[in-house]
């Protein structure tokens, strides 16, 4: 995979993490991907997010929460 297609599904898992992810714990979860790459994808994100952090804000709804950590385990767990 490529860092712009690990992007968003970095992003997604930051966004659905309840603590604080290391980049060890997303290479683990995205077994198989380069730890560089995982690095330079959230060294991006990092940076895009400091660009943009006085224009926008998280406002997740308990059913969006849940949602999303209803796929994040399952697909964590391999059944997607």
């Not at 560089?36 to 804000?57: C, G, K, M, V």
């Given at each position: 995979?490529?860092?712009?297609e690990l992007?968003?599904?970095?992003?997604?898992?930051?966004?659905?993490?309840e603590e604080?992810?290391?980049?060890?714990?997303?290479?683990?979860?995205?077994?198989?991907?380069?730890?560089d790459d995982?690095?330079?994808?959230?060294?991006?994100?990092?940076?895009?997010?400091?660009?943009?952090?006085?224009?926008?804000?998280?406002?997740?709804?308990?059913?969006?929460?849940?949602?999303?950590?209803?796929?994040?385990?399952?697909?964590?767990?391999?059944?997607?």
């Amino acid at each position: 995979m490529t860092v712009d297609e690990l992007r968003p599904i970095i992003e997604s898992l930051i966004y659905v993490s309840e603590e604080p992810i290391s980049v060890k714990q997303l290479a683990a979860i995205l077994e198989g991907e380069s730890v560089d790459d995982i690095q330079n994808a959230t060294d991006q994100l990092a940076e895009e997010f400091n660009a943009r952090a006085e224009d926008w804000t998280f406002d997740r709804s308990p059913a969006v929460i849940e949602s999303q950590r209803a796929r994040s385990s399952a697909s964590m767990s391999g059944a997607i």
